[in-house]
């Protein structure tokens, strides 16, 4: 069965600080990684997506790894804003049967 | 990408009531739906696996008589919840799975119930 598992569960930094959120997996048999942000009350909102054999994605300030033989994937937020805080999802996208499983969140906090 | 459209995005309803969601898949087939629900500050757990023209496959601890899926076509799933109770509050979340080329799972934009 798949695991998921989010750390830090909640994390506050201070405006512009660069910050790293870990995301790792328990069975490596994946077809993607994709990293969402939810805000409170809201649905989720699609970040980056990182197929099985690829190693990263970037998106404006947001870059994100994987490294699926350790089970490990890291969003890299760069210049951090208040605008960025919000919940911090990770699901991967099983081969087995097809569904995906999310990680517990990171909640993030940027300060002015 | 492939858009997954999901409604209503909000609803409340009384006690008692029945509230039906809906998941489309707007621009491919989708044979297989998933539908998540989200408790609060909780992460999104498998409800069901939606399949076209079957059953659904429940998880386990999850009442299929209480929440109905129907996926009666390659682009519409739903999702009802009979007899609603306030501890029926929640968000749903679907995602239709997309199988021609590299698979990939689209999400649709969720549903906030809330039963009083």
């Known amino acids: 069965k798949q695991e998921v598992t989010q750390i830090p569960a909640a994390l506050s930094v201070p405006e512009g600080e660069n910050l790293v959120l870990n995301c790792s997996f328990t069975d490596s048999a994946i077809y993607n990684l994709q990293w969402f942000r939810q805000d409170p009350g809201k649905g989720l909102t699609s970040l980056l997506l990182?197929?099985?054999?690829?190693r990263e994605q970037t998106s404006g300030r947001l870059n994100a790894s994987l490294d699926k033989s350790s089970g490990r994937s890291t969003l890299y937020i760069a210049a951090s804003q208040p605008g960025d805080s919000a919940t911090y999802l990770c699901a991967v996208y099983g081969t087995n049967a097809g569904k995906s499983t999310f990680g517990d969140g990171t909640t993030l906090t940027v300060k002015p | 990408g492939a858009v997954v459209s999901q409604h209503p995005s909000r609803v409340i309803c009384k006690s008692g009531t029945s509230v039906k969601i809906e998941c489309r898949s707007l621009?491919?087939?989708?044979?297989?739906m998933f539908w998540y629900r989200q408790f609060p500050k909780q992460s999104l757990m498998l409800m069901a696996t939606s399949n076209e023209g079957s059953k659904a496959t429940y998880e386990q601890g999850v009442e299929k008589d209480k929440f109905l899926i129907n996926h009666a076509s390659l682009t519409l799933s739903t999702l009802t919840v009979t007899s609603a109770h306030p501890e029926d509050s929640s968000f749903y979340i679907c995602s239709a799975s997309w199988t021609e080329g590299v698979p990939e799972a689209f999400f649709g934009q969720g549903t906030r119930l809330t039963v009083v």
């Open positions: 990182i197929q099985s054999s690829q």
């Open positions: 621009d491919f087939q989708a044979t297989t």
